[in-house]
């Protein structure tokens, strides 16, 4: 069995900082003009560029996009129903779907796992409570006169009695990125776990498992008052890739460094959805069913897609048909800005850039850490992961908008992504996550990674943990 020691001195390291968060921003503010040619065929080629750019451009682009403080300091803003569009006209465009084809939830590290930034998680979410502490600002983005002041600003959410939780970059909220990056680049999470974005988008790229939306309602313009958005955690294509992320479950078998090179999905696979997130009210229908986490009230500004989850709306990453685990995220006051983007030729859409942030309770996520087997047979990663969710909340579970005065109760969470059409296939019933209850834990995928039942070595001592 391979050495995997007990500390995770980088998860340390990030409790006693305090650090904090990220997002990505575009153009655009009220153009007019929404739906623009661009390669709607390509897999993962708008992820990749988006991916690996890691750069910003100035805030103010998009309408959502304001101010904080007298020093008017620029944030990311986040969008709301409030900055609908009057009332417009004009035919339905089919009902159709995308799925995510690229996603980052803050660690890089795409489509190389060694190009893992700690930092990215800075430029990914929103400002989710359209307030600023102790952000950061690219160079070049702030005048004179607020390269003091808006750094210096210090307004929170919420109390957290532990620790100061940063912004990241034009005051997003994004503390779930910030431990995805730093669990990505530890030697006992992020290899072993397959747990990195290159992981990740390897199995989207495969076909293995994605996020679907349904996108129904729309009239295909710039601007549409009523749109209905449903979304859906599918566990891949009925009939999957005949090539491998990884030819193997232990820590012998690395990612394959070409897998980018490979074929992206075509549409004539279907993929499919799972049961657990049909919503049974629904009446059968020519196409999927609705979702419960759904958005019957969105709308699309300026070719923007505007929508609002329902609380403990479930993202999951679901592993079940790929080679790492995935992750679920159980998403509070979920924020969903998409630009949609349609190819003259194909007809077919995309999201073009994609940004979803909300808050996730720390029993939720320690939850999902616990499904793929990430527990006390982790040691002291494990208790310090614990320590860090329940010490860096930055948000209230209950609403995005500031109460200084109530406890912090859930970490903002920031993703981005890209997303492409694709074929709807059937709806299949996919196992229940695993039962970690009262203390239960699976054995993990990788046979490297201790079992549960092991015993730890004595506090202070590092080793791996043994029979």
């Not at 390291?13 to 709607?40: F, N, Y």
């Not at 560029?49 to 998009?62: C, K, N």
């Not at 979803?356 to 939850?367: A, E, K, V, Y």
Request: proline content about 8%; glycine content about 12%.
């Amino acid at each position: 069995m391979r050495q995997l020691k007990a500390g995770l001195a980088l998860i340390t390291l990030a409790t006693v900082c305090g650090c904090g968060r990220t997002t990505e921003l575009g153009s655009d503010l009220d153009a007019g003009s929404g739906a623009k040619g661009s390669g709607a065929s390509g897999g993962t080629g708008t992820g990749a560029s988006a991916g690996a750019g890691g750069g910003e451009e100035a805030v103010g682009t998009r309408f959502w996009e304001d101010t904080e403080s007298n020093a008017a300091c620029p944030t990311a803003g986040r969008p709301d129903k409030s900055q609908r569009p009057a009332e417009t006209g004009g035919a339905d465009v089919d009902t159709f779907f995308v799925v995510t084809d690229w996603m980052d939830l803050g660690s890089g590290g795409y489509p190389d796992p060694s190009q893992i930034d700690e930092t990215f998680w800075k430029q990914r979410g929103f400002n989710l409570d359209r307030s600023c502490n102790a952000a950061s600002w690219p160079d070049g983005a702030l005048a004179d006169s607020q390269l003091n002041a808006c750094p210096a600003l210090k307004q929170k959410a919420c109390k957290n009695p532990f620790q100061n939780v940063f912004d990241g970059d034009y005051c997003r909220d994004n503390a779930i990125g910030s431990l995805f990056a730093i669990a990505s680049l530890s030697p006992i999470v992020g290899e072993p776990f397959r747990f990195t974005g290159a992981d990740f988008n390897c199995a989207i790229h495969r076909g293995s498992m994605g996020i679907v939306f349904k996108i129904s309602g729309y009239n295909g313009q710039p601007n549409d008052s009523s749109v209905r958005v449903d979304v859906y955690s599918s566990t891949g294509v009925t009939q999957p890739a005949n090539w491998n992320c990884r030819n193997g479950d232990s820590g012998a078998y690395p990612l394959d460094p070409i897998w980018t090179q490979q074929a992206p999905q075509p549409l004539t696979k279907q993929w499919q959805f799972s049961q657990r997130d049909i919503d049974p009210a629904t009446p059968p229908t020519d196409t999927v069913a609705n979702s419960k986490w759904a958005d019957p009230g969105a709308y699309v500004r300026s070719g923007w897609l505007i929508a609002e989850l329902p609380p403990q709306t479930e993202l999951w990453f679901n592993g079940l048909n790929a080679h790492t685990p995935g992750m679920r995220f159980l998403v509070n006051n979920g924020v969903l800005a998409a630009r949609l983007e349609q190819d003259k030729q194909s007809q077919l859409w995309t999201i073009s850039e994609g940004t979803l942030g909300g808050s996730i309770r720390p029993g939720d996520m320690i939850t999902s850490f616990r499904e793929i087997g990430f527990c006390e047979n982790l040691c002291d990663s494990y208790t310090t992961t614990v320590g860090y969710l329940n010490q860096t909340v930055d948000m209230l579970s209950a609403s995005n908008d500031p109460v200084p005065d109530a406890t912090c109760d859930a970490l903002s969470f920031g993703m981005a992504f890209t997303a492409n059409t694709i074929t709807p296939g059937p709806i299949v019933d996919v196992p229940a996550p695993p039962d970690v209850s009262g203390g239960k834990c699976p054995s993990p995928r990788n046979p490297d990674i201790p079992p549960p039942g092991c015993i730890c070595p004595p506090v202070g001592q590092t080793g791996e943990c043994q029979f």
